[in-house]
């Protein structure tokens, strides 16, 4: 295989970071998110959380820390939704002629995307860690150096991943779409129940019995289960909810978003290897 | 011999029940600018996005650069350049990095890729717009750049869907000399466009394309001439005895009055004609007040093809016209 695929990283890279507006943006959001939000519902989940108590000995971490994971995946789940919008953009601007055109094969074009999506998730999320740890989410707690260093590699692992799969989908969509408002409301649509039946904000615990079913067949769920593993530790309590992960759990959970990735990028493969753009 | 570098035969295409190209076939000789003309809707775009690969084909066989289009597509890409109908630039990239993608794109390994920007870019003249966005050209400069990048692989037919669209007149003819340029160096040039005059000033070979089929075909000249129709207005000092003589001549096909004067129209090539024709008149003594020769034009040749006007046709355009002052 070749790498052109590097060519088109190249040149929506050089666009991410030309445009400093939406690049600041992406990084000062989930920030902002996780600072007011954050905040906000955490002195409220102090209140109520207080009255459970915590066996001695036991970790117990805040709302905000709880929060900490779901707000990387938030801001993950985002970025990588409309990563495929400029494709769209590219088809309706005429951009994309010139690349069906050429002797890259399309897959490429996929790839491509996918691989500057994750490039921006995660320098998202790196920025996001380093501005959690500075107003108080406690991640990384009494890790050695190596141990951090190898949480954030797996943090980043399951965001990349996770990241991909939704990248690949939202090329699929973009390239089936015809205006870019249709396109937002297709992710309009998929991103609110995405969010909501998911593990990032509370415990799925909690849930009805329907949603609970949903939230484990969300991705998201995977992914922020992998994140405060690597975070947090696999044995830890919060908002009254005694958390256990096996390292087993951890590694089927990233299959799971393998698996996801894959089968999305087959899906975009066939969407693109079918379309026509004149 | 010259090879043929596109051959195209009967080539079909629909879109549901509407048949966009209805068995076409022709082919097109290394080396000449070959144009495809006719209306909007024509067809033009479909044959010209098939050929490309941009659009499946649906039924026929075509042969570009030797290879076939049905099982060697990426070969065919690799080898063709294309200028696109609209623009298709990004207009948040630099002229540079404009080619440097494109050339990225077909694989161009780094240092040859490097030299051909830098030959491109000097061959159009955007020496100083070197690292300028594509969005602060003027459009005469984006066509110019879209026409490098598509020279910039050294492709063997360039293709040119509608070139000058929406280019003012200026910028239309420089835009042609550079296209001119660019084929004296060797590469064949396949063009669309609905403009006849530009047809007519460029091509080698001329396809007219109607309703999805090629209604007529071949040099400029060959075109206006296949009409036989050159007409020539005669003002004299006596139109009913000029009447009566140009009748008698062989090379006039029929005499009519008009509102001044006579309209002759001619059987063979009226520039030879015309001074035959004045000397005979002079001889019986009938002098000529006014003359004024008109070459049919290839909205002529559209017009008598298809029974109406081209949508965008010009005015009529005299290509000789003298005033001769007769006297006893």
């Keep these: 295989m070749g790498t052109e695929f590097m060519t ?15 690049l600041f943006s992406s990084l000062v959001q989930p920030a902002l998110w996780l600072a007011l939000y954050g905040a906000a519902m955490s002195s409220n ?31 993950t789940l985002f970025t990588s939704l409309f990563g495929g919008v400029s494709l769209l953009f590219d088809k309706n601007w005429g951009l994309m002629r010139e690349v069906f055109a050429s002797p890259m094969p399309r897959s490429h074009i996929i790839i491509g995307i996918g691989l500057s999506g994750v490039t921006k998730s995660i320098l998202q999320v790196l920025v996001l860690m380093g501005f959690g740890l500075l107003i108080g989410v406690k991640f990384f707690q009494n890790y050695s150096m190596l141990h951090t260093a190898f949480a954030v590699f797996g943090i980043l692992a399951f965001v990349g991943v996770f990241s991909l799969g939704f990248l690949f989908f939202s090329s699929a ?27 990032a904000l509370y415990p799925v615990d909690a849930f009805p019995g329907v949603i ?13 289960t992998g994140i405060r593993y690597f975070a947090i530790g696999g044995d830890f309590y919060a908002q009254g909810i005694h958390y256990v992960y ?18 999305m990028f087959l899906v975009a493969w066939r969407v693109f290897r079918r379309a026509v753009v004149t | 011999m010259v090879e043929n570098i596109i051959e195209v035969k009967n080539l079909k295409h629909s879109y549901g029940d509407f048949l966009a190209v209805d068995d076409v076939c022709f082919s097109v000789k290394e080396g000449e600018i070959f144009a495809f003309l006719g209306p909007n809707g024509a067809g033009k775009s479909t044959v010209i996005n098939i050929l490309i690969t941009l659009l499946p084909m649906q039924k026929g066989t075509v042969r570009i650069a030797g290879y076939d289009l049905a099982t060697q597509q990426e070969k065919i890409r690799g080898s063709i350049g294309i200028v696109f109908q609209d623009e298709t630039l990004d207009r948040d990239l630099t002229v540079w990095e404009t080619l440097e993608f494109h050339g990225r794109l077909y694989s161009l390994p780094r240092s040859m890729r490097r030299q051909r920007i830098d030959e491109m870019i000097h061959l159009v003249e955007l020496d100083d717009k070197r690292n300028v966005r594509t969005r602060h050209l003027s459009g005469g400069m984006k066509r110019r750049l879209e026409i490098a990048r598509g020279l910039m692989t050294q ?11 929406s280019l003012d007149t200026q910028t239309r003819m420089r835009l042609w000399d550079y296209i001119k340029k660019v084929n004296e160096a060797g590469t064949t040039i396949f063009l669309t466009t609905h403009y006849m005059d530009e047809a007519d000033l460029v091509s080698d070979w001329i396809n007219i394309i109607d309703h999805g089929k090629i209604i007529a075909s071949g040099t400029s000249l060959e075109l206006k001439n296949a009409l036989g129709r050159d007409m020539i207005y005669l003002e004299t000092s006596d139109d009913e005895a000029a009447l009566r003589l140009l009748r008698t001549m062989e090379m006039v096909k029929e005499v009519n009055r008009s509102t001044r004067g006579l309209a002759v129209t001619i059987t063979t090539d009226g520039a030879h004609c015309l001074p035959i024709i004045i000397a005979r008149l002079r001889d019986e003594g009938i002098g000529v007040i006014s003359v004024n020769l ?18 965008s046709a010009g005015a009529e355009r005299m290509t000789s016209r003298m005033l001769v002052k007769g006297g006893r």
């Excluded at chain 1, 088109?8 to 939406?22: K, N, T």
């Excluded at chain 1, 108590?53 to 805040?62: A, F, I, K, L, Q």
């Excluded at chain 2, 492709?155 to 669209?165: A, I, R």
């Design chain 2, 294 to 311: 008109k070459k049919p034009t290839l909205d002529d040749v559209f017009v008598h093809y298809t029974g109406r006007e081209l949508r």
């Design chain 1, 45 to 75: 989940f102090a209140r109520f959380t207080s009255i459970v108590p915590v066996p001695v000995g036991e970790v117990s971490v805040s709302y905000l820390t709880f929060l900490g994971a779901g707000v990387i995946a938030l801001s």
């Design chain 1, 8 to 22: 088109v990283y190249w040149r929506d890279m050089l666009r991410f970071f030309r445009f400093r507006a939406l």
């Design chain 1, 212 to 224: 609970r079913t949903l939230s484990m067949l969300n991705p998201l769920t995977y992914m922020i």
């Design chain 1, 246 to 263: 096996t390292p087993g759990q951890i590694i089927s959970a990233f299959l799971v978003l393998v698996a996801f990735a894959m089968l």
């Design chain 2, 155 to 165: 492709p063997k037919v360039l293709f040119l869907d509608e070139p000058t669209l």
């Design chain 1, 173 to 199: 969509v973009s390239m089936r779409m015809e205006t870019p408002e249709s396109l937002q409301a297709v992710i309009t649509l998929l991103s609110l129940p995405l969010f909501f039946a998911s593990n």
